[in-house]
């Protein structure tokens, strides 16, 4: 990877497969190595608070992980990297309460994303997608807010507290995905 004044890859202590690619002021969560689907990638790190903002990920129904209030940059590529890992309506990856997976092989180099909506039941800040893929929907604004042929397309990945609040569009039990154990 080339790496010059404006553009560098920081390693977060013990992560070896993944970094944060710092490129024209920005900052994106990138796999340094290749990484199999299935694979665990980390577990996130957090300040646990009822209130949703722009950058915390949901957990359980009134619980989201936040970063800590003015947490210095160096602090948060360290601990906090999670914050750089933007959404996709294609990812890569999928949170399983805590935890990271990969839900696709991904290459080195590639961005790590992961859709807003399979843990997010509300937005705090919803937005316009222009990930160009092709299940791209346009506006995110949670799980909650999707077009019902959109939550049931999420639905495999759709964190618990999410399937809680949504029956299963068939009616059935919703399968494990990779292996995981079903909530
Ligand atoms: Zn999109």
Do not use: K
């Amino acid at each position: 990877m080339t790496i010059d004044t404006n553009e560098a890859v920081l390693t977060p202590p013990g992560q070896a497969r993944m970094g944060v690619l710092r490129s024209d002021g920005q900052y994106r969560l990138i796999a340094c190595a290749p990484v199999p689907a299935g694979a665990r990638l980390f577990a996130i790190d957090g300040e646990p608070t009822d209130v949703p903002s722009r950058y915390s990920i949901q957990i359980d129904t009134h619980r989201h992980l936040d970063l800590p209030r003015d947490c210095p940059e160096d602090v948060i590529i360290d601990t906090y990297f999670w914050r750089y890992m933007n959404h996709s309506c294609e990812p890569n990856v999928r949170i399983h309460q805590q935890e990271v997976f990969a839900s696709t092989d991904i290459r080195a180099g590639e961005e790590i994303t992961f859709h807003y909506n399979t843990t997010e039941a509300h937005l705090a800040e919803p937005f316009a997608c222009r990930c160009a893929t092709a299940w791209c929907t346009g506006r995110i604004a949670g799980f909650a807010a999707a077009h019902p042929a959109e939550r049931e397309r999420l639905w495999p990945w759709a964190a618990p507290h999410l399937r809680a609040l949504h029956q299963d569009p068939d009616g059935h039990a919703a399968p494990s995905v990779d292996g995981l154990p079903q909530s």
